[in-house]
Nanobody
């Protein structure tokens, strides 16, 4: 099993920045990919950014040039730097780890962007 704990969410004004962190523990070896997802009220969960074990990175079009995903392997931590935040970025942000065909999720952290 993989345990994921997110932190760093909060309330910020439009144009501001936040950095989310996801601490991974447990069976973290052989994780194929990790990513950040978000779910706005009344909407489906969507991928925001992902990074593979080989370092390939992808972003949703809506966050390109504003968000940056990174990882610190020594700390077993995944990050999401979010700049130029918009009200439509509001939602619960979840950390995800994909390992041996299974998805593992954190509990989520709320991000609220006020206009």
């Amino acid at each position: 099993q993989v345990q994921l704990i997110e932190s760093g969410g909060g309330l910020v004004q439009a144009g501001g920045s936040l950095r989310l962190s996801c601490a991974a523990s447990g069976s973290i070896f052989s994780i194929n990919a990790m990513g950040w997802y978000r779910q706005a009220p009344g909407k489906q969960r969507e991928v925001v950014a992902s990074i593979t074990s080989g370092g390939a990175i992808n972003y949703a079009d809506s966050v390109k040039d504003r968000f940056t995903i990174s990882r610190d392997n020594a700390k077993n931590t995944l990050y999401l730097q979010m700049n130029s935040l918009k009200p439509e970025d509001t939602g619960v942000y979840y950390c995800n780890a994909f390992r041996y065909g299974l998805n593992h999720w954190g509990q989520g952290t709320q991000v609220t962007v006020s206009s």
